[in-house]
């Protein structure tokens, strides 16, 4: 999971992979102001975050929505340290 903070959308690349985007939007709480992992590890929980596992974008570059998230899933088979 990746945390965007507010007033800002920024390019997230991951080198070396692709990875399949399960997840993306804004937090649903209008009365957060600055999503962190806690809040977004509480929504989680809560199963407010939306996913979808049918035919998830295949990406290696995703745009973080400014105060939002992205839920990705990749294999780790990149050779090496």
Do not use: C, E, W
């Amino acid at each position: 999971m990746v945390i965007q903070s507010p007033n800002l959308s920024h390019p997230f690349h991951l080198h070396g992979y692709s990875f399949s985007v399960i997840g993306i939007g804004r937090s649903p709480d209008q009365n957060v102001k600055k999503i962190n992992l806690k809040h977004a590890l509480d929504l989680d929980r809560r199963g407010l975050l939306h996913r979808q596992f049918n035919l998830p974008p295949h990406k290696d570059t995703v745009a973080v929505p400014n105060n939002g998230y992205v839920i990705f899933r990749f294999r780790a088979d990149n050779p090496g340290m």
